[in-house]
């Protein structure tokens, strides 16, 4: 019995010694800070920063300088007016610990003086003065009509410091050449593009008599006038498209950032935008006068402009600005300005703030289309393009968007599919819901004839009725042809047509089917119709001869 109880003893001790060591377990862990950092480490003042921290085994995390409490996991945003530590605390019943970030905030020296810059309105082109003091540095100067020395009068002290073209088309250089003609001008800056035009001849003439020093500029360079610095961004090298060569200019004065863009398009926005180096700005110049070609969402996602101007002619052939870069601008929440409404635009800064002054004030800013807007995708099937081109087009519900099939030479339009149909050449799609439609192009199949179209005449002075326009027919042949039961039509609106009577156009011989009038010396035929014809449906006009078996023998545009 003894040596049993023994054995419950030892036994009982051991369950003891257990069980205290599972209720004293391992001693309890101070908590980890796996990460705590801000990005960036160095700002400007008035930019933000991120905080980002991940924390295990706390049961509290605190930040300082005003944040509090906080999860263990989180990122939160900050806008320290100076350079700020912020420090983290991670605490539980096993400890505190603590880490700590430095944000470098850099403030730019105070500046003197007011920088004013003059979007001037020359009607569809581009000319901007960039004033500080006696300082003034000119971007393109618009088409030689107006020009814009007038204007530079009421502001150019002594020399035009810096005279910069940022591509050789004449809405840009065409002003300039008065300008070196009125006012004498230390350095000219180009880049290097030609042109076969006559304005690019003018101009390359008046430079080299101007005797100023004479820049080619790259991607790098830097533009240093006085107080001011224009980094160039754009070009790196030359392509073939001339917009995009343009040069491209950013401009900081204190805290407020400028960028200039000149006629650039989507592929140099891409460029720079693959080089990281689009900066975010206060001002844009909208590229290529407010053109869809231009101002990508992506470029402006990144450049975030508060403020945006284009420069375009008020009713200007090209539709600028066209409403897919209006609606983009929008979508940053940019403020928009155009020449063609507001006329010359003035921007002044003292390098913290910056205000605009539209000449015409009482015309407020662009109003952002509505909310809803509905994608307009058009294709192609075959050899053929489209106006609007080939691509997905965004329009306001509700919008009428004509759409006109181009066919490539050697090809004729057939029909629309898809979200319309039909035959003519121009349809007009209702913006409701998202559409998308495809022009079908086949290879021309005329008949052989030497009966041919040979002439469309339009003068644009008989008002609206046009009643002396007419289509010219030739028999080149030399055999003569009896034209009846042969059909003209304007293939471009479907109507109208003309059947032709019994009549025999000899060899050589011309008639002409006028819009409503009779000459009995070319034929004595009308379509006999009450208003204009040829030239009214942009962007031209197509008239179709069929013979009397209803095929296609000649076709011929406006």
């Known amino acids: 019995m003894r040596n049993k109880s023994r054995s419950y003893s030892i036994l009982l001790i051991g369950v003891i010694l257990l069980l205290a060591s599972s209720i004293v377990g391992c001693p309890p862990q101070p908590p980890v800070i796996a990460e705590f950092s801000a990005n960036p480490t160095n700002i400007n003042s008035g930019e933000s920063a991120t905080l980002s921290w991940s924390v295990t085994e706390a049961t509290t995390v605190t930040i300082d300088q005003g944040i509090g409490d906080v999860p263990n996991?989180?990122?939160?945003?900050?806008?320290?007016?100076?350079?700020?530590?912020?420090?983290?605390?991670?605490?539980?019943?096993?400890?505190?610990?603590?880490?700590?970030?430095?944000?470098?905030?850099?403030?730019?020296?105070?500046?003197?003086?007011?920088?004013?810059?003059?979007?001037?309105?020359?009607?569809?082109?581009?000319?901007i003065l960039v004033d500080l003091g006696e300082t003034e540095v000119l971007i393109d100067g618009g088409n030689k009509s107006p020009g814009v020395v007038a204007y530079l009068n009421g502001f150019v002290d002594g020399a035009l410091e810096v005279m910069v073209a940022t591509h050789p088309h004449a809405d840009h250089i065409g002003g300039l050449i008065g300008v070196l003609d009125a006012f004498e001008v230390d350095e000219i800056w180009l880049n290097g593009d030609t042109s076969t035009s006559g304005t690019y001849s003018q101009f390359m003439s008046a430079v080299n008599s101007e005797g100023a020093q004479v820049y080619e500029v790259r991607r790098g360079d830097t533009i240093q006038v006085g107080e001011l610095a224009f980094n160039v961004l754009h070009p790196?090298?030359?392509?073939?498209?001339?917009?995009?060569?343009?040069?491209?200019?950013?401009?900081?004065?204190?805290?407020?950032?400028?960028?200039?863009?000149?006629?650039?398009?989507?592929?140099?926005?891409?460029?720079?935008?693959?080089?990281?180096?689009?900066?975010?700005?206060?001002?844009?110049?909208?590229?290529?006068?407010?053109?869809?070609?231009?101002?990508s969402i992506e470029f402006l996602q990144v450049a975030k402009p508060e403020c945006a101007i284009y420069m375009a002619g008020k009713g200007n052939s090209y539709g600028h600005p066209h409403q897919e870069t209006i609606i983009n601008l929008?979508?940053?929440?940019?403020?928009?300005?155009?020449?063609?409404?507001?006329?010359?635009?003035?921007?002044?800064?003292?390098?913290?703030?910056?205000?605009?002054?539209?000449?015409?004030?009482?015309?407020?800013?662009v109003v952002c289309p509505s909310d809803t807007t509905h994608d307009l995708t058009i294709s192609v099937n075959g050899q053929g393009t489209t106006n609007p081109s080939p691509g997905t087009h965004k329009y306001d519900d509700g919008t009428q968007v004509p759409i006109t099939a181009l066919p490539a030479s050697g090809w004729k339009f057939d029909h629309w599919g898809g979200d319309a149909s039909g035959a003519l050449l121009t349809v007009v799609i209702t913006m409701d819901s998202n559409k998308d439609v495809t022009a079908y192009f086949e290879k021309e199949t005329c008949v052989g004839s030497n009966v041919q179209i040979t002439y469309i005449f339009y003068d644009g002075v008989v008002y609206r009725t046009e009643s002396d326009e007419y289509v010219e027919i030739t028999n080149l042949g030399d055999t003569s042809q009896n034209l009846e039961g042969w059909v003209l039509k304007d293939i471009s609106e479907g109507h109208p047509s003309f059947t032709f009577p019994s009549y025999v156009l000899a060899p050589d011989a011309k008639i002409r089917v006028y819009t409503n009038e009779i000459h009995p010396n070319s034929g004595g035929f009308s379509f006999g119709f009450g208003k204009a014809i040829w030239q009214n449906a942009p962007p031209h006009d197509v008239a179709a001869l069929y013979n009397a078996q209803g095929q296609e023998v000649s076709r011929k545009s406006y």
């Not at 928009?336 to 800013?365: Q, R």
């Open 73 to 127: 996991s989180e990122t939160q945003l900050v806008s320290p007016t100076t350079t700020t530590t912020y420090t983290l605390t991670a605490s539980n019943s096993a400890g505190i610990v603590t880490e700590s970030v430095i944000i470098t905030v850099v403030i730019p020296p105070p500046i003197e003086g007011e920088l004013t810059v003059h979007f001037i309105d020359v009607g569809q082109g581009d000319s």
């Open 236 to 295: 790196v090298n030359l392509s073939s498209t001339t917009n995009n060569n343009s040069i491209v200019l950013s401009l900081s004065y204190g805290r407020v950032d400028f960028l200039f863009t000149g006629d650039a398009e989507q592929e140099a926005e891409a460029i720079m935008l693959t080089e990281g180096i689009v900066p975010d700005v206060e001002v844009l110049k909208v590229g290529h006068h407010g053109s869809r070609t231009a101002s």
């Open 330 to 365: 929008c979508e940053v929440c940019a403020e928009i300005y155009g020449t063609d409404i507001h006329g010359t635009i003035i921007i002044t800064t003292d390098g913290a703030t910056y205000d605009v002054h539209p000449l015409n004030n009482n015309v407020p800013p």
